[in-house]
T-cell receptor
Framework: NAGVTQTPKFQVLKTGQSMTLQCAQDMNHEYMSWYRQDPGMGLRLIHYSVGAGITDQGEVPNGYNVSRSTTEDFPLRLLSAAPSQTSVYFC????????????FGNGTRLTVT | AQSVSQHNHHVILSEAASLELGCNYSYGGTVNLFWYVQYPGQHLQLLLKYFSGDPLVKGIKGFEAEFIKSKFSFNLRKPSVQWSDTAEYFCAVNAFNTGRRALTFGSGTRLQVQP
């Protein structure tokens, strides 16, 4: 029972590089989301998806792209990394969007130099 | 837009002291309310949740929270904290009919329990 799996755990990028943060869940959850966690700011929603083929923007979507080709996977792409994207990124999923508790992955710590 | 405020950013308590962490939200309609906990080096875990019914909800590890609709509050309480409660605590709100189908989190409260 893996739950929500995020890879990699740590990543260092140079400004302008691109990369994809992977997220997979094995609980057949409809809803998946990406948050970034910054000191003193809590978790801020980047993008979310209510099902395969459906994505929407969250609070801080600029500089990030997502896609949801399968129920299980929800990758987050950084198109051109910037130092402001240095953060800890969490993927989360739930059975439905409205009242199901979120299950979080272990996070990816990203540093952009 | 909905917002969630946690006014206590850092709380330091001694073991056996009582705890109350404040959480206020801005949305006036139907809400689902959550408290999550993040232990050092770990991901967030659900502590307790409120959907409807009894406004006093009990969660894991002796935590409870009270929903006061008139005050737009959902404060977290524990009668006697332990060193193992040292963690960061996040309040989260899901407001219905806002068009935003996601949780909004507060900025978190870091609790440090001294032995």
């Amino acid at each position: 029972n893996a739950g929500v799996t995020q890879t990699p755990k740590f990543q260092v990028l140079k400004t302008g590089q691109s990369m994809t943060l992977q997220c997979a869940q094995d609980m057949n959850h409809e809803y998946m989301s990406w948050y970034r966690q910054d000191p003193g700011m809590g978790l801020r929603l980047i993008h979310y998806s209510v099902g395969a083929g459906i994505t929407d923007q969250g609070e801080v979507p600029n500089g990030y792209n997502v896609s949801r080709s399968t129920t299980e996977d929800f990758p987050l792409r950084l198109l051109s990394a910037a130092p402001s994207q240095t953060s800890v990124y969490f993927c989360a999923s739930s059975y439905s969007r409205d009242n199901s508790p979120l299950h979080f992955g272990n996070g990816t710590r990203l540093t952009v130099t | 837009a909905q917002s969630v405020s946690q006014h206590n950013h850092h709380v330091i308590l001694s073991e056996a002291a009582s705890l109350e962490l404040g959480c206020n939200y801005s949305y006036g309609g139907t809400v689902n309310l959550f408290w999550y906990v993040q232990y050092p080096g770990q991901h967030l875990q659900l502590l307790l949740k409120y959907f409807s019914g009894d406004p006093l909800v009990k969660g894991i590890k002796g935590f409870e929270a009270e929903f006061i609709k008139s005050k737009f509050s959902f404060n977290l309480r524990k009668p006697s904290v332990q060193w193992s409660d040292t963690a960061e605590y996040f309040c989260a709100v899901n407001a219905f009919n806002t068009g935003r189908r996601a949780l909004t989190f507060g900025s978190g409260t870091r609790l440090q329990v001294q032995p």
